[in-house]
């Protein structure tokens, strides 16, 4: 593979967006030609006349007749994937099936309002629909078994990164489309009909069983590819075959040519894009065997393995010119550490009563809080209503025509709340080395705050001088208040570590008693010299900490420990295992690398932390 790359552009003075929604504009015709097998696109764009324009655009070339349902965020299960039709139920005293949004959606287009509100739980079973082109479930005494091959569009209204729709979702639509930034200056008229449209369809669906020609050639290029920029599933690739294949069709031939290869690459693959393939004059060489000296030289063996190459770079280069030169930019800084884990949400998943996304009900009775599912509790008891009346009659009582609900029957509600993480930021203040610390503490809390916003989460700070700790700053999302306490932080005198760390796990225990997430990084050198009295006494002082740690970690707290120190210190590794946190020996950090560090502890902690126990 040579993934010859050319070099990062320079950013044009003023972005011509009219290519960009030419191509959006394509990506619908595509869709419209070929729901099915393209699966659909995320949407990413806010409320306005850009996106209803796209949405128009779609829906004007889909079949005539074909069903398009919008389904809202926080849908029902029951009502997205079918369940218990409670009204047939108690008329026929037999359970019967009712079918949900995806099932009535079979042949036609489902529109996700909000995308990014998905639950993973419920994109995966969307998922699984797609896979399947069937909605399949068994429960309650009745099987339900319809048809849904339809196409999906997303309306991913996020405003920061981490607000997106599921992966699990996104990696099944073949289309990636940000509107963001379209002005209706951009809108133009492609000429796309739904008749021309119609014609690619009737002979896409003509084509013969071992496809269009070039096929084989194509998947190849397309595969090495997207390896070459960085994409690791199947799906892509196989998105952006069916893609050339769509535009083909549109196209009116039955060969998979070089464009039609181009704008899938531009369309499927660029927006997927994690890194940049490394420039030529990088790659490794590979060692060429030696050759016979009296060998004669030889005509490249097979030409097509050439034409092969030429036409993965080709994918590559169409897909790399693609890009924004912003995203360009930080792809080629990220190289190969763009393979890290996704970024998480805001905050730990907790089950709650009252708040969040609902869940679906279980048995149990209605009490500490936990509220009824009325409508629940009557589907499970409807499938029995004739065999209770039976049961009623030869006990020698009358069958009344009323609902007999059992305390078997009973379901309560579930819901699914997202905690808010909450960053404490423990700094040590005392001594004349710790001036310069300061400053980076204040800038790694400003870019925590700045981060912190479109996270939903808080920073508090804690400094530790003198005698004892103090709270300079509660729990805030507030970026100029937190710049004013930080600018008046004093440093030096001696080091009260014992009654910082207990002031962090108090404050902990109280942000874990509101339900929050919170996450402490403590920045030391593990040197405690005042106990928690006030003393002198670096022995108790000692003591006094290593007690401090083990509550911390006995309230279920997470953590690192920053040991600022120029070689690491034992004291304070001993202190991060007593406090379960992690351990992290940073001399010459900065604000960005405090920052990150922090952020990534973070992150991995809550990746880590199980659910909250049912409701």
């Not at 039709?85 to 036609?108: I, M, N, Q, W, Y």
């Not at 289309?175 to 963001?180: A, E, G, P, Q, T």
């Not at 930080?330 to 763009?338: F, H, P, Q, V």
């Not at 969040?356 to 500490?368: N, Q």
Request: proline letters at 7%.
């Amino acid at each position: 593979m040579t993934a010859a790359t050319a070099p990062v552009a320079e950013p044009p003075q003023q972005q011509d967006r009219g290519p960009a929604w030419a191509d959006a504009q394509l990506a619908a015709a595509l869709l419209a030609v070929d729901p099915l097998g393209l699966g659909g696109a995320v949407l990413r764009a806010g409320p306005g006349p850009m996106r209803d324009a796209w949405l128009d655009h779609m829906k004007a070339l889909l079949p005539a007749g074909a069903p398009l349902r919008r389904v809202p965020a926080g849908i029902e299960d029951e009502r997205l994937f079918g369940g218990l039709d409670l009204a047939a139920t108690l008329k026929a005293g037999r359970p019967l099936a009712s079918r949900g949004v995806l099932a009535e959606s079979d042949g036609g287009l489902v529109i996700l309002a909000m995308a990014e509100r998905l639950g993973a739980e419920t994109a995966g079973r969307i998922a699984q629909v797609l896979d399947r082109g069937a909605v399949e479930m068994e429960r309650e005494g009745f099987r339900l078994e319809a048809p849904a091959r339809f196409a999906v569009v997303a309306l991913d209204e996020g405003a920061a990164k981490e607000e997106a729709a599921p992966e699990g979702l996104k990696d099944r639509l073949a289309f990636h489309l940000d509107l963001n930034g379209f002005s209706l200056r951009d809108l133009q008229d492609n000429g796309m009909t739904s008749g021309a449209v119609a014609e690619a369809r009737a002979h896409l669906a003509a084509c013969p069983p071992e496809g269009f020609e070039g096929e084989a050639e194509a998947l190849e290029a397309l595969c090495g590819g997207a390896l070459a920029i960085g994409i690791d599933s199947l799906r892509a690739p196989l998105l952006a075959l069916r893609t050339a294949r769509a535009a083909a069709a549109l196209a009116g031939e039955r060969r998979i040519g070089q464009e039609d290869l181009a704008l899938a690459a531009r369309l499927v693959l660029a927006p997927r894009a994690r890194f940049l393939p490394a420039p030529p004059d990088q790659q490794e060489e590979e060692p060429q065997p030696e050759e016979p000296e009296d060998k004669e030289p030889q005509e490249p063996e097979n030409e097509q393995d050439q034409g092969d190459m030429k036409l993965e770079d080709l994918v590559v280069e169409a897909a790399i010119a693609s890009l924004p030169s912003q995203l360009l930019r930080e792809l080629a800084a990220l190289g190969e550490r763009r393979r890290s884990a996704p970024a998480g949400r805001s905050g730990a998943k907790r089950r709650s009563t009252q708040r969040g996304r609902p869940l679906g009900p279980r048995p149990g009775e209605p009490k500490g809080g936990q509220r009824l599912d009325l409508l629940a509790t009557l589907r499970s008891a409807a499938p029995w209503q004739s065999a209770r009346r039976r049961e009623r009659e030869r006990a020698g009582g009358e069958a009344a025509q009323v609902i007999q609900v059992r305390r078997e029957d009973f379901r309560i509600k579930r819901r699914q709340a997202t905690s808010r993480t909450t960053t404490l930021l423990v700094v040590d203040a005392s001594g004349s080395s710790a001036l310069q610390r300061l400053a980076e503490v204040k800038g790694a809390a400003e870019i925590l705050l700045q981060e912190s916003y479109v996270r939903r989460d808080q920073v508090a700070l804690i400094a530790f001088r003198g005698e004892a700790a103090e709270l300079l700053l509660p729990p805030t999302r507030s970026l100029a208040r937190a710049r004013r306490e930080l600018s008046s932080l004093p440093g030096g005198g001696p080091t009260p570590l014992a009654s910082a760390i207990l002031s962090g796990a108090q404050l902990g225990e109280s942000l874990l008693a509101r339900g929050e997430t919170p996450f402490l990084v403590l920045l030391t050198d593990g040197r405690g010299n005042i106990a928690l009295d006030g003393t002198a006494d670096r022995a108790k002082a000692r003591e006094d900490a290593l007690g401090a740690a083990r509550r911390f970690r006995g309230a279920g707290l997470k953590g690192v420990l920053i040991d600022s120190g120029r070689r690491p210190e034992p004291k304070a590794a001993e202190l991060a295992e007593a406090m379960g946190a992690r351990y992290l020996h940073l001399p010459r950090a900065d604000a960005g690398a405090l920052s990150r560090e922090a952020r990534a502890a973070a992150d991995a902690a809550k990746r880590s932390q199980p659910a909250g126990r049912g409701a």
